[in-house]
């Protein structure tokens, strides 16, 4: 037998094995099961950690596997820090793996350095997926390091604490390899920003990015050392109250990405306050002819979108809040009869690039797939 042979028969007895021995583990609120941070020390590689509805005080934990998946059951459950903390970082720490959570709420994360997060997440992969971070210091927070990959899907990320002189982003990106976030909803922050990503890759997608009536958030998206990001389909709303007339930043701080480059198609910009830069693009702290490409995008309020910017910028046209459905019920979408219905251009042949949205943001939460259109609109709703 070659040893090739030999190898591949090993490797799938090991696989075979590892998932006979894989358990699910059940948390549960006192008395009901284990402690989440029992389970967290017992569980293994491939297992699964089921946790019982119920609100966990001070349950916090460190994840060193390699591979799990820990699912909320039935109504969310809700960790509360409760004043207490993982390594002076947040409620849980994901160490380094391929670690997937569920349905899981965190709350109240708060630490010395005021740098608190719901998750921590230092190294691998993890995928985020129904959750909810609310009034924590950071609602996901991770470190800087450059193969980390964070998927975030159909999860809530809301109220930030309202301290002066804090900077508590609702979503703290550091330099991974890729962000990706799509069906969320970010609302209530304050002083920072709602999303900030110093990702290599940046996709933006489907999201409600609404700070509210009383939200206080400066950036809605801040992606500060550019990278390749893409921004699609979104309902981006700049409060009235803003700390910062900028609704994307793109390059602030410069330290780009090689090959950095930036789309953003199909969004819904709103802003309360007056004077709204809707993008900007710092052009003098990023690559010289860096691609830039903005196409039908919907504006309302006072302000700019190609302005000052660089790049390609077709189908974008402003609008009136009497031609969307009902924007204070977060109904962004064009009415039936809206003069700017199918007026937008083809996003499937941009510069040899295909920025066509194949889903929309639906309330509460989460996407709706959609086909492409005969005649595309503006906007982040083709229906």
Same mark, same amino acid.
């Given at each position: 037998?070659?040893?090739?042979?030999?190898?591949?028969?090993?490797?799938?007895?090991?696989?075979?094995?590892?998932?006979?021995?894989?358990?699910?583990?059940?948390?549960?609120?006192?008395?009901?099961?284990?402690?989440?941070?029992?389970?967290?020390?017992?569980?293994?590689?491939?297992?699964?950690?089921?946790?019982?509805?119920?609100?966990?005080?001070?349950?916090?934990?460190?994840?060193?596997?390699?591979?799990?998946?820990?699912?909320?059951?039935?109504?969310?459950?809700?960790?509360?820090?409760?004043?207490?903390?993982?390594?002076?970082?947040?409620?849980?720490?994901?160490?380094?793996?391929?670690?997937? #959570?569920?349905?899981?709420?965190?709350? +109240?994360? @708060?630490?010395? !350095?005021?740098? *608190? %997060?719901? =998750?921590?997440?230092?190294?691998?992969?993890?995928?985020?997926?129904?959750?909810?971070?609310?009034?924590?210091?950071?609602?996901?927070?991770?470190?800087?390091?450059?193969?980390?990959?964070?998927?975030?899907?159909?999860?809530?990320?809301?109220?930030?604490?309202?301290?002066?002189?804090?900077?508590?982003?609702?979503?703290?990106?550091?330099? #991974?390899?890729?962000?990706?976030?799509? +069906?969320? @909803?970010?609302? !209530?922050?304050? *002083? %920072?920003? =709602?999303?900030?990503?110093?990702?290599?890759?940046?996709?933006?997608?489907y999201n409600l990015i609404v700070d509210g009536k009383n939200g206080e958030a400066s950036y809605e998206i801040d992606l500060p050392n550019g990278g390749s990001a893409q921004i699609i389909g979104n309902v981006i709303?700049?409060?009235?109250?803003?700390?910062?007339?900028?609704?994307?930043?793109?390059?602030?701080?410069?330290?780009?990405?090689?090959?950095?480059?930036?789309?953003?198609?199909?969004?819904? =910009?709103?802003?309360?306050?007056?004077g709204a830069w809707f993008l900007r693009v710092w052009q003098d702290r990023l690559p010289k002819g860096l691609p830039v490409r903005v196409i039908n995008n919907l504006t309302l309020g006072i302000g700019v979108l190609?302005?000052?910017?660089?790049?390609?910028?077709?189908?974008?046209?402003?609008?009136?809040?009497?031609?969307?459905?009902?924007?204070?019920?977060?109904?962004?979408?064009?009415?039936?009869?809206?003069?700017?219905?199918?007026?937008?251009?083809?996003?499937?042949?941009?510069?040899?690039?295909?920025?066509?949205?194949?889903?929309?943001?639906?309330?509460?939460?989460?996407?709706?797939?959609?086909?492409?259109?005969?005649?595309?609109?503006?906007?982040?709703?083709?229906?």
């Amino acid at each position: 037998m070659k040893a090739s042979s030999r190898c591949a028969r090993a490797l799938l007895s090991l696989m075979v094995a590892c998932a006979c021995r894989a358990e699910t583990l059940t948390v549960g609120p006192p008395g009901q099961g284990l402690s989440f941070h029992q389970a967290a020390r017992q569980a293994r590689d491939g297992d699964t950690i089921d946790v019982l509805p119920g609100t966990y005080r001070g349950d916090v934990a460190v994840l060193n596997q390699h591979r799990l998946l820990i699912r909320g059951i039935g109504e969310r459950p809700v960790f509360d820090a409760d004043g207490r903390d993982a390594e002076g970082k947040a409620i849980w720490v994901v160490r380094n793996g391929d670690i997937t #959570i569920e349905n899981i709420e965190f709350r +109240g994360a @708060r630490v010395p !350095d005021r740098n *608190g %997060a719901g =998750l921590r997440f230092e190294q691998g992969r993890l995928t985020v997926r129904r959750c909810a971070f609310v009034d924590n210091e950071n609602g996901i927070l991770t470190a800087n390091v450059g193969d980390a990959e964070l998927t975030i899907e159909d999860s809530l990320f809301a109220h930030a604490p309202r301290t002066r002189g804090a900077l508590h982003h609702l979503l703290y990106v550091g330099r #991974i390899a890729r962000l990706a976030i799509t +069906g969320s @909803r970010f609302h !209530d922050g304050f *002083g %920072a920003h =709602l999303i900030k990503s110093r990702a290599r890759e940046s996709r933006i997608a489907y999201n409600l990015i609404v700070d509210g009536k009383n939200g206080e958030a400066s950036y809605e998206i801040d992606l500060p050392n550019g990278g390749s990001a893409q921004i699609i389909g979104n309902v981006i709303h700049q409060s009235a109250r803003t700390t910062n007339p900028v609704l994307v930043a793109y390059g602030a701080e410069g330290d780009a990405w090689p090959g950095s480059s930036l789309a953003m198609a199909h969004n819904t =910009l709103v802003s309360d306050a007056s004077g709204a830069w809707f993008l900007r693009v710092w052009q003098d702290r990023l690559p010289k002819g860096l691609p830039v490409r903005v196409i039908n995008n919907l504006t309302l309020g006072i302000g700019v979108l190609s302005s000052g910017n660089p790049g390609r910028f077709d189908g974008n046209y402003p609008a009136l809040r009497s031609m969307l459905v009902d924007i204070d019920a977060l109904a962004y979408g064009l009415l039936d009869g809206a003069l700017l219905r199918g007026q937008g251009v083809d996003p499937r042949s941009i510069d040899g690039s295909d920025l066509n949205p194949r889903a929309e943001f639906t309330l509460p939460i989460g996407t709706r797939p959609i086909e492409a259109p005969r005649d595309w609109s503006p906007g982040a709703f083709q229906r």
